[in-house]
């Protein structure tokens, strides 16, 4: 079928259930092992077919000029691959977004939004990119856009960009955004930053998760201690949610999440959150639920 819009596109959160940092690659990014988590909670997206060949961001998004966008970036990168494949670009698209994620919040909202943009582009412009292709298009705009396309909780390592699908526990998830951002580039260059955990393997997490332990409870996220040294809002929040759980960062920061068994143990610790924090609560995804709508 031939569509000329895609409505209601989620771009979902993800958390970084552990997250070390191994080593350092020759080009100084880091070699890191993640569980990546995908959450119902995130932004949408809208696009529509223009007449012309035009793609523009009809929502503004405050402190990201347009061209700067990952969603517009991620689009154009597409757009250039239609026109190298079948000689001739595709129409133009207007895209709108309800943003909901906090930027700089380790939630991988931009990444999302991208992953998004490439998956809904892909079918409206009918331009046939397998999912590894997408995938491979999307790494140098953002090291987490290959997980959100490979669309399943993944245990990824090197920079993010080797995934195998992983199951991971179906529990509530609540996250305290403590209302910094958090600049990933700082956090990495920092000089306390450890770079040598021993790497572990998908079997030992899944073996963790086996014995009955919480999902957020494996390994430790190695930036954490720099970011809460840095930030003093995100580790008031670790603190704060530790009282109930294990309380993590996820990513480079800033936001803290613990996990819980049920929806009401979520809410209850909710509706303890100071005010000066927004805190929302999301439930564990197995699958991104684009590759149900597409
Ligand atoms: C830390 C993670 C974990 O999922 O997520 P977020 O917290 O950003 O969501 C990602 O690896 C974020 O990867 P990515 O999205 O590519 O990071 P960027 O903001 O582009 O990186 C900014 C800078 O951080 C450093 N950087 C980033 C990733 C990495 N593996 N090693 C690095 O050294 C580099 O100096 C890079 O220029
Ligand atoms: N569509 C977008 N949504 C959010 N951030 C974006 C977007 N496009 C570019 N950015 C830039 O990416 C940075 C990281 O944002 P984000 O991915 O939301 O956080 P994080 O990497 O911490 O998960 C932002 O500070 C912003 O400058």
Known sequence: MTLTTLNNCPAPAKLNLFLHVNGRRADGYHLLQTVFQLLDHGDTLHFALRDDTAIVRVTALAGVPEEQDLIIRAATLLQAEVLRRKGALPRGV???????????????????????????????????????????????????????IFGENAFAEGVGEALQPVATPECWYVVIEPGVQVPTAAIFCAEGLTRNTEPV???????YLAEGNDAGGFGKNDLQQVACSLFKPVADAVKWLGAYGEARMTGSGACVFSA?????????????????WIAWKAKALSRHPMLTML
């Open 94 to 148: 207007d895209i709108a977004i309800d943003k909901v994620l906090p930027m700089g919040g380790g939630l991988g909202g931009g990444s999302s939004d991208a992953a998004t943009a490439l998956m809904a582009l892909n079918r409206l412009w009918q331009a046939g990119l397998t999912r590894e292709e997408l995938m491979a298009l999307g790494l140098p705009l953002g090291a987490d856009i290959p997980f959100f």
């Open 260 to 276: 819980f068994g049920s929806q009401e143990e979520a809410d209850a610790v909710l509706s303890n959150v100071p005010p000066v």
């Open 201 to 207: 393997t998908i079997a030992d997490f899944s073996r």
